[in-house]
């Protein structure tokens, strides 16, 4: 398996890439056939963020499925700690599934996310200067831009991901993967983007969006 560890507005340590390196085997004793491991270190230099000043991103890609988990810490290996803990987690989920699936259960099929590229720290040539500059840019699969907008804190980013059409129920299992509040998709019942998202306990929701031209074309129909 192939790792990548990176920093965004830190140097990485070569004990830390050590550290990373020594605990992937948590990883592929769970998932063999995952084939990268990108690990982002971030440090934020906030003083009122001190308990939570690293953050560690840690992204497996195995085929067309893709895995995520982060934490935040005082330090990156706690931190690690955290995040690998969360990712061995939705790794076993993900197995159990297959496991179901060999059983006789239904396996959706995981969506292609990309392959998952870390957002580099850019000099202000290469930077957007705005966030209509970031939305109007040609992006491939997997790309993404960021941008800050003037002299605020808020950055912009955008990223293209290629998904084939899946059902909620596919679209739910997509977000635990990642371990993100919601998941955006196409509705292959609807034909529409869609977005599932957390509510509370065991309850989800699921927003989808049209033009007034095609709702009122259905309704002519």
Avoid: C
Wanted: charged share 30%; no cysteine; net charge negative.
């Amino acid at each position: 398996m192939e790792i990548v560890v990176t920093g965004r507005h830190t140097q990485i340590r070569q004990k830390f890439r050590d550290v990373v390196e020594s605990k992937m085997n948590r990883v592929t004793a769970i998932a063999p056939d995952a084939q990268r491991a990108q690990i982002v270190l971030t440090h934020e230099g906030n003083p009122r963020q001190a308990d939570t000043a690293r953050r560690v991103e840690i992204t497996i890609i195995a085929g067309s499925t893709v895995v995520r988990a982060e934490a935040s810490s005082t330090d990156e290996f706690s931190a690690l700690d955290m995040a690998l803990d969360k990712l061995t987690l939705r790794l076993r989920r993900t197995r159990d599934r297959r496991k179901n699936h060999r059983r006789g259960y239904i396996n959706p099929m995981p969506v292609d996310m990309g392959v998952a590229t870390p957002v580099e720290d850019k000099t202000s040539d290469e930077v957007n200067t705005s966030p209509q500059a970031a939305v109007a840019s040609d992006l491939g699969p997997g790309e993404s831009v960021e941008v800050q907008v003037g002299d605020t804190p808020i950055v912009i980013r955008r990223k293209l991901h290629i998904a084939e059409p899946m059902s909620i129920d596919e679209a739910l299992y997509e977000m635990e993967l990642i371990g993100h509040d919601f998941f955006l998709f196409v509705n292959k019942e609807t034909k529409r983007p869609s977005v599932v998202y957390h509510r509370h306990g065991w309850s989800y929701g699921v927003f989808e969006i049209d033009t007034p031209e095609n709702v009122r074309k259905d309704d002519e129909d």
